[in-house]
C-alpha cells in the first residue's frame, strides 16, 4: 500500500472511530464515514464493500498482530510476555481498549453481533491452541465454548466498570476464576 493509500485508510479508520464514540454500530452509515473522512463515495468504496469489511479489517489487523505476539508497535506494553494464556489475554485487552479508540471494547460492551461473531471466532482459534484441556471425558469443543463465553462477558464486565484495571489484573482474574491456576 503506498503512502496516499495508507493516508485514506487512516482517514476512514478515524472517521469510523469518532462516529462510533457517539453512535451504535449499527447507526454509523457509510455516507457518515464518508462525510467525516471527507472523501468521495468511489474511494471509500475502493478501500472497502461495506462497513462490515471496514470493521472486518480493523479486526483482521488487531488479532493478526496479537497473534503475533508483542513488537515494537506496542507502546503501551513492550514488556508484556505473551507465551502464556495469561499474557495473550492480557494482549487482547490492551488492544481492545487501546487500538482504534476503544471500538472493539465498545462493540463487545454493546453485544454488536457481526463483531461479537467475530471476536468469538478469534477467541475459540486462540483457546484452542492455548486454552486448558477439558477434564476428563468432556468434550473440548465444550471447554472452549465455556472459555470463549465467559471471557467475553469477562471483557464486557471490564468495559462496562470503565476499563480501569491493568488488562494483566483482568487476565489473571480470569484465569484464577476458570481454575488455570492456584
Not at 487512516?10 to 455516507?31: G, N, Q, R
Not at 492455548?130 to 462477558?153: D, E, I, N, W, Y
Request: with cysteine.
Amino acid at each position: 500500500m503506498d503512502r496516499r493509500q495508507r493516508k485514506t485508510r487512516k482517514a476512514i479508520y478515524d472517521a469510523f472511530e469518532a462516529l462510533m464514540a457517539s453512535e451504535h454500530y449499527s447507526a454509523v452509515t457509510v455516507a457518515q464515514i464518508i462525510d467525516r473522512a471527507d472523501i468521495g463515495r468511489s474511494t471509500f468504496y475502493a478501500h472497502f464493500e461495506t462497513k462490515d469489511d471496514l470493521l472486518r479489517e480493523m479486526c483482521r489487523e488487531m488479532f493478526d498482530h496479537i497473534f503475533e505476539g508483542v513488537n515494537e508497535y506496542c507502546v503501551t506494553h513492550p514488556g508484556l510476555a505473551t507465551e502464556s494464556l495469561e499474557g495473550k489475554l492480557a494482549h487482547l485487552l490492551y488492544h481492545m481498549r487501546d487500538t482504534h479508540s476503544g471500538v472493539c471494547g465498545k462493540l463487545v460492551r454493546e453485544g454488536e453481533p457481526f463483531f461479537t461473531r467475530y471476536f468469538e471466532s478469534q477467541l475459540n482459534v486462540l483457546f484452542e491452541k492455548s486454552g486448558p484441556k477439558p477434564p476428563k471425558g468432556m468434550p473440548a469443543s465444550l471447554m472452549r465454548v465455556l472459555c470463549v463465553s465467559s471471557f467475553s462477558h469477562t471483557v464486557s464486565w471490564w468495559f462496562d466498570c470503565g476499563a480501569n484495571d491493568a488488562p494483566e489484573q483482568v487476565a489473571a482474574w480470569y484465569a484464577q476464576g476458570m481454575g488455570l491456576h492456584a
